[in-house]
């Protein structure tokens, strides 16, 4: 507002001089339209720059700005995977289990391998759809083979379905993954998936 009215006020001034000047004075107030390429990577630019700001603010614990600044970038970007899946998350946290599962299908309409968007999803439906579960999460183990969280998931399912021998392999595979999660497997299969050692160390010199 306050360059048109600096523009307004040079144009009335040059029209006690000449016609000609306030031509060119107007014509100059009014900015070059903006190319496609330019506006998109303009578009772009602001997306990933409030997108960081949504992060920031969700680590802030501000949910409702966060989720406010994520419905602004898929403002300026509809197809941002990111943005639909954190308001997934958001909403997942929130226990507002439709919300996080249209913002999910959201991310994965954009990208079918998004693999986070893939596990979450698996985790709402895990108690209540546990075969579509097990097909997201085998989805998502299709694209990261060492997602150690995913097998575990897996195992687990399979374990209620009284399929002991799948769930075992699976459970040895998130185990061999990340050891750590040993202590997560069900106690009756503990005993018999057990972490890998860790090779010794060979002392230096020795043959």
């Given amino acids: 507002m306050k360059?048109?009215?600096l523009w307004a006020g040079l144009?009335?001034?040059a029209a006690a001089a000449t016609g000609v000047v306030i031509?060119?004075?107007q014509s100059q107030s009014a900015p070059a339209p903006e190319s496609e390429a330019a506006s998109a990577i303009r578009k772009t630019t602001e997306a990933k720059a409030?997108?960081?700001a949504g992060i920031m603010q969700g680590q802030y614990q501000d949910y409702d700005?966060?989720?406010r600044t994520y419905r602004r970038v898929l403002e300026l970007d509809p197809r941002s995977k990111h943005a639909w899946y954190n308001l997934g998350v958001l909403a997942q946290q929130d226990g507002r289990t439709a919300d996080a599962h249209a913002a999910y299908d959201k991310a994965l309409k954009i990208d079918s391998?998004?693999?986070s968007a893939l596990f979450n999803q698996a985790l709402l439906l895990k108690s209540s759809e546990p075969d579509r579960?097990?097909?997201l999460l085998k989805r998502a183990i299709a694209v990261n083979p060492k997602a150690a969280t995913a097998h575990l998931h897996i195992g687990n399912i399979l374990a209620k379905k009284d399929r002991?021998?799948?769930a075992e392999a699976s459970f040895r595979r998130a185990v061999a993954a990340d050891p750590s999660l040993h202590s997560q497997l069900p106690e009756s299969f503990q005993d018999s998936v057990s972490p890998s050692p860790s090779p010794t160390p060979s002392r230096a010199g020795t043959r």
């Fill in 133 to 135: 579960a097990l097909t």
């Fill in 113 to 115: 391998s998004f693999t």
């Fill in 23 to 25: 031509w060119a004075i």
């Fill in 11 to 13: 144009a009335g001034t």
């Fill in 3 to 5: 360059r048109r009215r």
């Fill in 164 to 166: 002991d021998e799948e």
């Fill in 65 to 67: 700005g966060a989720a």
């Fill in 50 to 52: 409030l997108l960081q």
